[in-house]
């Protein structure tokens, strides 16, 4: 089974080779964001630097680290069902779908294939955040950051595969990854400190694993927070890993058996 | 031998009708029948691709289970090929022989392609960027490739010129008597009858009597 992974990876490296220009527009969408940020922390970062007194940081470090996390949660959330449908347009997914041994290798393979993907756009932006804009990184912590990615991934990816299965069975419309993108963008704490939302808001927060992923990000990379300084953020990440990744491929096999029976495996 | 006892499926009406099928090792069957007799549904109910709603298949005498199908005994292609449009298509053959565990030579696609009358040139070929006919070729050489034990070729000679007709009846005659078993299916037995072994006629999803082309 794991030996499939490689062969999905290396198809997957030909195929994003053919869009060369995708990759690059996305890169400077993103920095543009960035930029944008950057100008709205020198208008109005007064105002919201005393809900990051405990970082020490300004509003443009927070959210500069805050949206390549949130770049984890697009990879994780959006990509696995974005695939799957692109797999069932191009006729190819009955193929995958109907072996119980290709099926997990696939999931897998986009898993780590967007992860890296992510991380090499992250690198980038790191570089752009580091030489133009002025943030300092000299107080991360790799382990710790190392941990909440994975982590992190783990279960923006099994919420993936939960959001996948809407497409398996209705072919389009995946609600739970629009809900759960506007919900992350508005109570996860991306774009602004959780602190500034009022209390019943907060609580909501703290539903949402994008929270805990941003704050271990956040203190990893300002205050070089060990392991240990963030274990709990990073428990409730492993909680939400160790029920919704098994949760999500029992839900996957459950979704393709039911579609194979119904035959609509190749429907798009 | 490939068994298919009472298997019936049905979507909005019934594609598959209770049909009873064998399939003897080392030959060739053509499935024959008009559109929307069933013909793709039991190729893909073969391969695993769909469920069916009753009814059981048995290969070598033992009955296949839905989980953990036999997949790797089966290779199923279709006329227009299902490919990955941004690789070569000697990169989707690869890929999915990859996934099977099986790693091809150079030389090995060389001397497949040829047999089907395809080139390098074709092989370097992104797939949108070959006729129909050579994308049924290049869908075939995958299923040719993939070392499984049942070959089923979904309307196998529908685009192909003459001579591609000649060489692919070939190359499925040299299978067989390799031991593979072909199952094929055509709108039509014209022209196939002779080196078809067995003529297999599907009408409204149900199996006619064996033995004997039509010519509908």
Not at chain 1, 89 to 117: C, D, H, K, M, R
Request: net charge positive; glycine share 8%.
């Amino acid at each position: 089974m794991i030996r499939r992974i490689p062969a999905f990876l290396r198809k997957d490296f030909l195929v994003e080779k053919s869009y060369r220009f995708a990759f690059l527009l996305g890169i400077f969408s993103t920095l543009f964001s960035l930029l944008i940020f950057f100008f709205i922390d020198r208008l109005f970062g007064r105002e919201v630097a005393p809900y990051l007194e405990e970082l020490k940081i300004n509003y443009f470090s927070y959210v500069f680290v805050a949206t390549l996390l949130f770049n984890y949660t697009g990879a994780g959330l959006g990509s696995i069902s974005e695939k799957i449908r692109t797999e069932k347009v191009q006729g190819t997914f009955e193929g995958i779908a109907n072996n119980e041994g290709i099926l997990p290798p696939f999931v897998v393979s986009v898993i780590i294939y967007n992860f890296a993907l992510t991380s090499l756009e992250t690198v980038l932006y790191l570089a752009a955040g580091f030489f133009f804009l002025g943030l300092d990184f000299s107080n991360v912590n790799l382990l710790s950051l190392a941990l909440t990615l994975f982590l992190s991934v783990l279960s923006f990816s099994s919420i993936g595969i939960v959001s996948s299965c809407f497409i398996i069975l209705f072919r389009k419309g995946n609600p739970l990854a629009f809900l759960l993108n506007s919900m992350e963008g508005l109570f996860g704490g991306v774009y602004f400190p959780v602190a500034v939302l009022p209390l019943w808001a907060q609580f909501v927060s703290k539903l949402l694993p994008v929270y805990y992923a941003i704050n271990a990000a956040q203190k990893s990379f300002y205050l070089n927070a060990s392991p240990a300084q963030i274990w709990k953020e990073l428990a409730a990440l492993a909680l939400f890993s160790a029920v919704l990744f098994p949760f999500s491929l029992w839900l996957l096999k459950k979704s393709v058996d039911r579609s194979r029976l119904k035959g609509t495996l190749g429907r798009y | 031998m490939l068994e298919l006892k009472n298997i019936s499926k049905k979507f909005e009406s019934p594609a598959l009708k209770d049909l009873n099928a064998s399939f003897e090792k080392g030959r060739i069957h053509l499935l024959q029948g008009r559109n929307a007799s069933g013909k793709t549904t039991l190729l893909k109910i073969i391969a695993g691709c769909l469920s069916p709603d009753s009814g059981e298949i048995s290969l070598g005498g033992k009955a296949l289970p839905s989980r953990n199908y036999p997949f790797n005994s089966f290779s199923l292609a279709f006329v227009e090929g299902r490919f990955y449009e941004q690789i070569s298509a000697a990169e989707n053959i690869k890929f999915r022989l990859r996934l099977r565990g099986l790693s091809l030579k150079k030389e090995e696609l060389l001397a497949g392609a040829e047999r089907l009358g395809l080139g390098e040139k074709e092989l370097a070929e992104i797939p949108a960027g070959l006729s129909l006919g050579t994308r049924q070729k290049v869908s075939m050489l995958g299923a040719l490739l993939s070392k499984s034990e049942i070959l089923l070729l979904d309307e196998a000679f529908a685009v192909l010129d003459l001579p591609a007709r000649e060489r692919l009846a070939k190359t499925l005659r040299e299978e067989a008597a390799s031991g593979r078993t072909v199952i094929f299916s055509s709108q039509t037995a014209r022209g196939l009858e002779t080196f078809s072994d067995r003529f297999h006629i599907l009408k409204d999803g149900a199996l006619l009597s064996p033995e004997t082309p039509s010519y509908d």
